[in-house]
């Protein structure tokens, strides 16, 4: 099940979810030019690799390759790195569906930085629960989420037009924005204790998804959203 569109209309032209998904586009186009080795010294050096974040925070670095950017730095350029062809084009689909409404609501200005920092807190959030993971962290679905987290509480009643497949048989219906998301974010949330759970098989230990990054970064964007003037109409910038 995923999203095909919503039937709330933007007044102002989000450029900014337009270039957030032109950009992540381009990267990803850049990321196809690396051999698989290449590829993976990419993302480790752009990347959030927890335990080198960890070491940068502790003052104690532990460098996995020899030229690093500072580690800090990767909480926002790994925001625009993408795994495969089904991670971008999951991530670009929510993003423009979600992200012209709360553009609308916030402005261009306020959106950006809203988006750049829910990436950053949700990252975060994988961190703390994962700060000896050797793993590169990357995506932009923690961003998304916080674009979601604050869709979830501006616009609960819209209708999402969504698309089930029942066999080989699309099949298309209509649910509430509130009843979508609030149902996506209790499988983050509880993928995310299962991975606190002794000897677990899910989550980025196992090279799988980072739901803590997922969860959080839904929280931090129903909270972000409201304080940077969701509900308000003089907030667009």
């Not at 759970?197 to 990054?213: F, I, K, L, S």
Request: glycine share 10%; net charge negative.
């Amino acid at each position: 099940m995923f999203p095909i569109d919503d039937d709330n209309p933007t007044i102002i032209t989000p450029y900014v979810t337009y270039g957030l998904i032109v950009i992540n586009i381009l990267v990803f186009i850049y990321e196809l030019s690396f051999s698989e080795q290449g590829l993976t010294k990419f993302f480790y050096q752009w990347a959030v690799v927890p335990i080198q974040l960890t070491g940068a925070f502790t003052g104690n670095p532990t460098p996995i390759l020899t030229v690093e950017p500072p580690e800090i730095l990767t909480l926002i350029t790994a925001q625009f790195l993408h795994g495969g062809f089904a991670h971008i084009a999951g991530n670009m689909l929510f993003l423009w569906i979600f992200g012209n409404n709360v553009e609308d609501q916030l402005g261009h200005v306020k959106f950006l930085g809203f988006y750049l920092a829910c990436g950053v807190l949700a990252s975060l959030a994988q961190w703390y629960f994962s700060q000896s993971s050797q793993l590169p962290s990357l995506g932009a679905s923690g961003a998304i989420a916080g674009v979601m987290g604050a869709y979830i509480i501006r616009f609960p009643n819209i209708q999402v037009r969504t698309v089930i497949p029942i066999g080989i048989f699309p099949f298309f219906t209509s649910i509430p924005a509130y009843f979508y998301l609030g149902i996506w974010f209790f499988q983050q949330a509880l993928y995310s204790f299962a991975t606190l759970a002794p000897r677990t098989n899910v989550g980025m230990e196992n090279g799988g998804v980072a739901y803590w990054a997922h969860a959080g970064g839904f929280v931090f964007g129903a909270l972000l959203g409201p304080a940077l003037g969701l509900f308000s109409q003089n907030s667009r910038a």
